[in-house]
């Protein structure tokens, strides 16, 4: 089983991977929605930990995108711009949590 991480913040997504591979996860970085749903990982055993804000789309648009497609890939929102109706939003389409950024490490 692998995390995915998505998010356009290079020096976020590094942090994330080294942190999951530091506790002996597999881990594979992406830096864009649509490397990451043109890639194989969505139909991959697996978790995706995704930011919202990014470019081309959110991070919300590539969960909705997961759950329209049938991939059962479980879906770990983070964001460092959370409200209520945004994590009702994740929530709602089938996000197993919401974390906020900076998130503490050992929550993560």
Known sequence: ??????????????????????????????????????????????CLLVDVRMPQMSGLDVQERLVQEGRGLPVIVMTGHADVPLAVRAMKAGAVDFVEKPFDEQAL
């Open 1 to 46: 089983m692998t995390v995915f991480v998505l998010d356009d913040d290079e020096a976020v997504r590094d942090s994330v991977v080294i942190l999951l591979e530091c506790e002996g996860f597999r881990v594979e970085g992406f830096a864009s929605p649509l490397a990451f749903l043109e890639s194989d990982a969505p139909s991959r055993p697996g």
